[in-house]
């Protein structure tokens, strides 16, 4: 990989997020000197539309020297890159409607990554990763993937079944959002924070938040501060109701449970009868966002192929670009910085099976990840987490092997389902409505 001149290719190009990562790209230019941005989606209309938005973004930042490229032909998109970032979205914010619905039809949480809506986008979801995977060994064996396509633990899980030794990174922003709405809550810098935090994607907890300014773990302080007021989301999701009553919830959870700071996603798994009575069957998050961020991007585009150019840009991402930027930096520049990672457990949680995908720090540099080793778990996260990894991995098994059998065990021991039946009838409908979306299973 060359130092200087960085290719970087953008899958999922048409993705509304790839304006924060570019953004982010910009603003690390000297240690991260691109000279090629190729954005590749399988849908044109989109990623025409934000090659657009980026051209845009280039010439506002006097970056035009930088080539822009676009494309839906995975040679044209991989030959000779050097980093990838991955973002795929397989069926669309459609398919990610029917993923909330259907399981809310049967009162189950309907949720993009947790539940059986997870799952059915898992099952979705692998198989166009897989193949994205396959184009990259073949046209570019040496780059580094960093991807955030959902839903994390499957992609994770499948891919490194699929390809032991591949060189890509799989994280979540979620970890870093919670800190930076704590600290702008509390008036900390998040940037003095040495986190401690393991789980499972979208479950976990975090045991201890050094602040090396402060001399002191100061995640007792906020938990006390969070079971008495309500968190305030940040800028980057200002007036996002659903935002808001997600960290809402956190205060719920720290009352019950005030040992460690939960993801704010854990409020699936703990709490489900009260998101399904709070959930509007007709109206999901999925219908929000093709309102909200979908639609904006849309009238971006348009307003530039009208010919407008100032006052045109608009968007806040908060630190999630700069976040998998910051990952791909480190491997360049070998600074082995500390990132929260899913990966396989092996031992860094001694008391979980050590074949686990699990989320939990890890510095990255020249070589790829290196994780920490934590302290033994506890009994309640211990079990919670073991039935949630065994209904991950026979997910995973039920792609590989067309098996609807490891399917329904799956969708069954998921936590958010309280019987077999209502599983089976879940699984049934989605089968349906996922078509050839989904593996055959038989
Ligand atoms: P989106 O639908 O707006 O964008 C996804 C893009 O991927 C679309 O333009 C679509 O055409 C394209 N696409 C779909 N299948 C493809 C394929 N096989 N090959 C190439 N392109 C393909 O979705 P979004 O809301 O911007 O989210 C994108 C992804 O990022 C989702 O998987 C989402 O869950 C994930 N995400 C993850 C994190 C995280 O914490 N890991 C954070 C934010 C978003
Ligand atoms: C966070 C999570 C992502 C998830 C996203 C959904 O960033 O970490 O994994 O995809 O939220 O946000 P949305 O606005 O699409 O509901
Ligand atoms: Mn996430």
Redesign the pocket.
């Known amino acids: 990989m060359s130092e200087e001149n960085l290719i970087i290719t953008i ?7 790839t304006p924060g990562i570019i953004q982010a790209i910009l603003k690390s230019k000297k240690v991260f000197p691109v000279k090629e941005i190729r954005l ?4 044109q209309e ?2 025409h539309d934000m090659f657009l938005i980026i051209q845009l973004l280039l010439t506002t930042n006097q970056m035009q020297a930088v080539t822009l490229v676009e494309t839906v032909d995975p040679e044209i998109a991989f030959k000779g890159a050097d980093f990838i970032f991955s ?4 069926g ?2 459609a398919m990610r409607e029917q993923d909330e619905k259907i399981p809310l039809k049967y009162g189950l949480v309907g949720q ?2 947790c539940g059986v809506g997870g799952f059915a986008y898992g099952l979705r ?1 692998l198989g ?1 990763l897989l ?2 995977v396959e184009d990259i060994q073949q046209h570019a064996p040496n780059a580094w993937i960093l991807n ?5 633990s499957i992609i994770s899980e499948g891919i490194r079944r699929a390809f032991p030794n591949i060189n890509m990174l799989n ?4 970890t870093i959002s919670i800190e930076e709405t704590i600290a702008l809550n509390y008036g900390y810098d998040r940037k003095n924070w040495i986190s401690t935090y393991y789980g499972l994607n979208h479950f976990g907890w975090y045991r201890s938040i050094y602040d090396n300014s402060l001399g002191r773990d100061v995640m007792p302080e906020i938990i006390k501060k969070i079971q008495t007021t309500y968190l305030r989301v940040a800028d980057f999701n200002k007036g996002d109701e659903a935002w808001q009553a997600a960290f809402e919830m956190m205060s719920v959870m720290v009352r019950n449970f005030p040992d460690y700071l939960p993801n704010n996603y854990l409020e699936y798994y703990l709490y489900p009868d009260m998101i399904v009575e709070e959930a509007d069957v007709n109206y999901t998050r999925a219908n929000m ?1 093709m309102e909200g ?2 639609k904006k991007t849309k009238r971006m585009a348009a307003a530039i192929k009208a010919g407008e150019t100032r006052n045109v840009l608009d968007f806040n991402f908060g630190e ?1 670009g700069q976040y998998i930027v910051d990952m791909a930096v480190s491997i360049l520049k070998d600074q082995r910085r500390r990132f929260m990672l899913l990966l396989p457990n092996r031992g860094s949680i001694p008391n979980l099976r050590s074949d686990a995908v699990v989320e939990i720090p890890a510095y990255v540099g020249a070589t790829g990840p290196e994780a920490i080793s934590l302290e033994p778990i506890n009994d309640f996260h211990k079990g919670l987490m073991e039935a949630q990894v065994a209904a991950e991995k026979l997910l995973v098994d039920a792609f590989f092997e067309g098996s609807y059998q490891k399917a329904l065990q799956a969708f069954t021991l998921n936590q958010t389902v309280p019987s077999a039946r209502i599983a089976k009838q879940v699984l049934d409908e989605m089968m349906i409505a996922n078509g050839d979306y989904w593996p055959k299973l038989r």
């Open positions: 899958v999922g190009g048409g993705s509304t997020y590749y989606d399988n849908d989109r990623n973002q795929i979205r397989v669309g914010l993009e990554t979801s166009g193949t994205i955030y396509t959902n839903p994390e994280a979540c922003d979620m966002v961020r979908e999630h």
